[in-house]
């Protein structure tokens, strides 16, 4: 069996593990057995204190239910500088054979206004007359995109 973890180069590890917890339904990944924090588990592995970065060190999380995959929230010393080359969908809509685009547009709509109090913004709203679809294009807290669908 293939598993992955998706990973996701950043400034501030922690912040973006909360926002996207809260983004898609997420909990924190609680550290492995025996230890109290994610920092005590690196030193342990002689990870040196320079490396671990802020907080607790709590910089991956999973899905509760065991679904979707790890996310990782790697700490790098360079800034975002480019287009993502890949971004994720939060689909919060319906699916269009079940859902009128009506109604579809309110839940994207209520998940945009949530998402930009988290700390996402808004870039563009992706929709067009006569087309059965809405979405809106976002950037996370550090300007990584992503579509609200």
């Known amino acids: 069996m293939v598993s992955c973890q998706l990973v996701v180069d950043c400034a501030a590890p922690e912040r973006m593990a909360r926002f996207w917890a809260d983004a ?12 109290d924090t994610w920092r005590d588990y690196w ?7 320079e490396e671990l970065g802020e907080g ?30 890949f971004h994720l969908d939060v689909t919060v809509g ?11 547009r309110a839940r994207v709509d209520a998940e945009v206004e949530r998402l930009v109090q988290a700390g996402a913004s808004v870039v563009r709203v992706l929709s067009q007359p006569g087309v059965d679809h809405y979405a809106v294009a976002m950037l996370d807290p550090e300007g990584n995109e992503f579509d609200a669908v």
């Open 24 to 35: 898609l339904q997420y909990t924190a990944e609680p550290p492995p057995g025996g230890f």
């Open 56 to 85: 607790d060190g709590s910089d991956s999380i999973v899905d509760p239910e065991g679904h979707g995959p790890r996310i990782w929230f790697q700490q790098v010393p360079e800034d975002k500088v480019v287009k993502n080359r």
């Open 94 to 104: 319906g699916r269009r054979e079940d859902v009128p685009l009506e109604t579809r």
């Open 43 to 49: 030193r342990s592995l002689g990870v040196p204190e």
